[in-house]
C-alpha cells in the first residue's frame, strides 16, 4: 500500500537505536526524508546511513533532550529540515516501585518523557500550523492502562503523554494537524533486553536478542509469566514503526486525538 508519504519529512527523537532506529527507517522506506536524533554520534550516524540507503535525506541532530534549551533546538533545527512528521519517541524508562520510588525519580520519568516531549511539540507546531498539514506521534505505552508495579513512575509518566496527546488533538482542531499516541506492549529491544537480563530472565535470552525470530521456548516461557496476550508473542519493533507510518501518512487523516494500542491485546487480558 502507498502511504503518500513520499517527499514528506519527520524527526524522529530517539531514532538512534530500539523502536525509534525502526520508526527512522520504516518512514524511509515510504519516501520520507528523516532528520534522526539521539545522544551518541556514530549510533546516530549509523542509523542515518541505513536510512539514506531508501533513496531519501538524511541527517542526524545529537543532544539530551533533558538539558536546558536542548529540545528547543533540535525542534528548530527540525523546521529548517522541513519537518511536517514529528514523532515524539525518546524517553527513559527505569525500574522503581512504590517502596523503592523516590522524589527523584518520580522527577527523572517526568523530565525524561514528559517535559522534551511538550518543549519539542511546542516549538514546532508554530510551522505546522502554518503550512496547514502535520502530525505529532506521541509513544506511550501499555503501561498507561495496566501500570506495572515494578516501573511506577514510568506508567505515570506515559500516562500524562497520552492525555497530553489527547488536549493537543483538541488544541490544533481546524489546523490540519493531527496528535495521536501509540502504546507499546513489551517490544523485543536491546534496552529491554538487558532488563530482562538484570532480573534474570529468560532463561534462553539468545532468543530474544534477534528481533526476526518467531516464538520459542524462552519467548513462549516469558509471554505466559510477563506478557500473556492472545495474540501469543512478545512485540518487535517493526510492529509499532507500522503503525506509526500509517498515522504519519494523509490515509489517517480522520484519525485524530487516539492511543492505538499495538500490544498484542495485552490490555485487559491479565
Not at 530500539?18 to 520520507?32: H, N, P, Q, V
Not at 527505569?94 to 522524589?103: F, G, M, T, Y
Not at 501499555?142 to 515494578?150: D, G, Q
Request: some cysteine; overall charge negative.
Amino acid at each position: 500500500m502507498d502511504l503518500r508519504l513520499a517527499g514528506q519529512c519527520a524527526l524522529v527523537t530517539g531514532s538512534s537505536s530500539g523502536i525509534g532506529a525502526t520508526i527512522a527507517e520504516t518512514l524511509a522506506g515510504e519516501g520520507c526524508d528523516i532528520l534522526v536524533h539521539g545522544r551518541d554520534a556514530a549510533a546516530a550516524a549509523a542509523v542515518a546511513e541505513r536510512v539514506a540507503l531508501r533513496g531519501v535525506r538524511a541527517e542526524v541532530v545529537l543532544g539530551d533532550l533533558t538539558e536546558p534549551g536542548v529540545a528547543e533546538q533540535i525542534a528548530v533545527t527540525a523546521r529548517d529540515f522541513g519537518a511536517r512528521i514529528l514523532v515524539n519517541n525518546a524517553g527513559p524508562f527505569a525500574e522503581h516501585d512504590w517502596d523503592s520510588a523516590r522524589p527523584a525519580d518520580w522527577r527523572a520519568a517526568f523530565e525524561g518523557n514528559v517535559l522534551p516531549t511538550v518543549r519539542v511539540t511546542q516549538t514546532l507546531l508554530p510551522s505546522l500550523r502554518s503550512h496547514g498539514w502535520g502530525r505529532v506521534i506521541t509513544i506511550g505505552s501499555r503501561a498507561v492502562r495496566t501500570p506495572l508495579p515494578h516501573m511506577v513512575t514510568y506508567s505515570a509518566a506515559k500516562a500524562a503523554v497520552v492525555n497530553m496527546t489527547t488536549s493537543l488533538a483538541r488544541h490544533l482542531a481546524g489546523t490540519g494537524v493531527t496528535a495521536n499516541c501509540v502504546s507499546p506492549g513489551v517490544i523485543i529491544t536491546p534496552s529491554m533486553q538487558r532488563m530482562f537480563e538484570r532480573r534474570g530472565e529468560p532463561e534462553q535470552r539468545g532468543e530474544l536478542a534477534d528481533a526476526d525470530v518467531r516464538s520459542g521456548p524462552g519467548e513462549a516461557a516469558l509471554v505466559a509469566e510477563y506478557a500473556p496476550n492472545p495474540t501469543g508473542r512478545l512485540g518487535r519493533p517493526q510492529d509499532i514503526a507500522a503503525a506509526v507510518a500509517y498515522l504519519a501518512s494523509p490515509l489517517a487523516d480522520y484519525v485524530n486525538g487516539i492511543e492505538l494500542r499495538v500490544d498484542g491485546g495485552i490490555t485487559g487480558t491479565s
